[in-house]
């Protein structure tokens, strides 16, 4: 008896989601708990694993297009374990555009025109069967026809003209072509949606306002590179800079807790704990797994964790909740290369800290200019709650910590 492979819950509040990459296709072995399809949500991206030994039989749905929660999107049939489980085929993200292509062998017989296609293809005269297609199904796309259609087309030789003496012709010189000019069309996937949506809402809800500082990491340096070995000898782990920035962040949290708050009209809420998010790039986009307590956590705890969020992060394998939350967050551009930027809150909260790089630049100390590593900082936050004078007094007292990181350990 063949078995219905459904979407599974995926979150609180969540019916709807988008149909990934499908890991498997049809006529594949798969194994228990082997992964046979990503399914998308507005938050976070999981896989739905094989309930049993077997093979699948059928796919409903193909990538990019849209189920509900509980809609069967699939068959499989149980029987034996495979001797070995079929290769995972994943569609990688590819630089500048995203693949939504179905992984499912291509049809026999002529491809299926989608209606939008079919109108394309017919106006510009184009057969229908000379289109491949790339959508579920081997489907013609509207992207498809398209790419079709604007293929240029040889003109036709023409006739020789009779051997007439005459004035030669004028030489009109052809447009230099551009190139491919290409369209492609791609689903917006949730998680990108949610981004877009949450970033319009921080600009229009919120006043927004950044404030920028200026720190020397040569002493952050100097303490890494001194102790960086003995480190990760005994915790396993790289010592890193953001641990540093998130001690300082906390530091800074207690001693302007206006930034560590909420506007909930007609109050504002305040919190005695530190939830801070760390912005790291994940397969599906910038995502923000959250540091819980950081104000309870070791360098070593901070650096383990952030090292875990990032791995799972590129492999789409954070869990729902680890997004959700977050009193405060944290955003360091310059591992990109950015110099100086304007980051944008992530609402409810109220501040959000950006890192940039790392570059050596004439400093004058003591009345001498010498070359020290430096680092802008940019703190954005929401003016309703915090003042002019509170942002200058958090990011000075990041500056502060990390330019003399014994604060850090003595709290002072």
């Not at 979407?7 to 594949?28: H, N, Q």
């Not at 999981?46 to 699948?56: N, Q």
């Not at 997004?323 to 930027?341: A, D, E, H, K, R």
């Not at 790089?357 to 009345?367: L, S, T, Y």
Request: hydrophobic share 45%; glycine share 8%.
């Amino acid at each position: 008896m063949a078995l219905e492979l459904k979407v599974p819950e995926v979150g609180e509040s969540i019916t709807e989601v988008m149909i990934g990459a499908w890991k498997k296709r049809e006529g594949d072995a798969v194994a228990t708990d082997d992964a046979i399809v990503e399914i998308e949500s507005d938050k976070a991206t999981v896989e739905l694993p094989a309930p049993a030994h077997g093979t699948i039989t059928k796919v409903l749905k193909g990538s990019g297009e849209k189920a509900v929660v509980g809609e069967v999107i699939g068959y499989m049939e149980p029987g034996a374990a495979p001797a070995a489980s079929q290769p995972t085929v994943d569609v990688k993200r590819k630089e500048g555009r995203t693949d939504i292509g179905p992984v499912q062998m291509p049809p026999p017989g002529p491809a299926r025109v989608m209606p939008a296609a079919a109108r394309v293809l017919a106006e510009a005269g184009v057969a229908p069967a000379a289109v491949p297609g790339t959508g579920p199904g081997g489907r013609v796309t509207k992207g498809d026809a398209l790419a079709a259609v604007a293929q240029p087309v040889a003109p036709a030789k023409p006739a020789a003209a009779p051997s007439v003496k005459s004035a030669p012709a004028p030489v009109t010189v052809p447009a230099v072509s551009g190139g491919a000019r290409e369209e492609r069309y791609v689903l917006i996937s949730p998680i990108r949606r949610k981004i877009a949506e949450r970033l319009v809402e921080a600009q229009h809800q919120a006043a927004l306002l950044t404030t920028f500082n200026e720190v020397d990491m040569s002493a952050v340096m100097a303490l890494r590179a001194k102790f960086k070995d003995s480190f990760q000898e005994r915790h396993g782990v790289k010592l890193g800079f953001m641990s540093f920035f998130v001690r300082a962040a906390v530091e800074a949290l207690r001693a302007v807790p206006q930034v560590n708050a909420e506007f909930r009209d007609p109050h504002i809420v305040f919190r005695d704990y530190c939830d801070i998010g760390i912005a790291v790039g994940g397969g599906k986009g910038l995502v923000v797994p959250v540091l819980r307590n950081a104000e309870l956590l070791s360098f070593a705890q901070i650096e383990q964790a952030i090292g875990d969020f990032a791995r799972r992060a590129a492999d789409n394998k954070l869990k729902l909740e680890e997004l959700q939350g977050g009193t405060f967050t944290i955003s360091n551009g310059g591992v990109y290369g950015s110099m100086m930027s304007t980051p944008i809150i992530n609402p409810p909260q109220s501040g959000i800290l950006g890192l940039h790089a790392i570059q050596d630049r004439p400093m004058a100390v003591n009345g001498q200019v010498v070359i020290r590593p430096m680092m802008y900082l940019a703190l954005t936050y929401d003016h309703r709650l915090v003042d002019g004078r509170e942002a200058v007094t958090f990011l000075k007292r990041i500056k502060d910590s990390i330019e003399d990181p014994s604060r850090l350990l003595l709290e002072v």
